[in-house]
């Protein structure tokens, strides 16, 4: 069957977020190109967590592995395109950022 979700792979997922938030955190030290606020942290934060939480759901219930990478691609193309249009407006939506 499915290997159970462990506390522990759930904190590794939240370290891997602080780690990849730290990427702009430090290239807004040494460039003023990279302006970012705490919402900003925290919005971008929230989807890496929530991208990474569901591919570690999806890899450990879905034993079938072309679904299991079909859906786990899904995620992770969500994931570039909500990105791409909150940063820079990428579909022009109201939500766009500039």
């Known amino acids: 069957m499915s290997n159970p979700i462990r506390p522990k792979d759930i904190f590794g997922v939240f370290i891997m977020t602080i780690t990849l938030l730290l990427i702009p955190f430090i290239a807004m030290q040494s460039t003023k190109q990279v302006d970012w ?6 919005i971008f934060g ?3 967590a ?3 939480l569901a591919i570690m759901y999806i890899a450990r219930k ?3 592995a072309s679904l ?3 859906i786990i691609f ?3 193309i969500t994931f570039v395109l909500t990105w791409g249009e909150l940063g820079v407006g ?3 939506t109201p939500f766009a950022g500039d």
């Open 90 to 92: 990428i579909f022009g």
């Open 46 to 48: 929230a989807l890496i």
């Open 50 to 52: 929530l991208a990474g």
């Open 37 to 42: 606020q705490a919402f900003d942290f925290l």
């Open 68 to 70: 299991r990478n079909a």
């Open 74 to 76: 899904a995620i992770v």
């Open 62 to 64: 879905i034993s079938r």
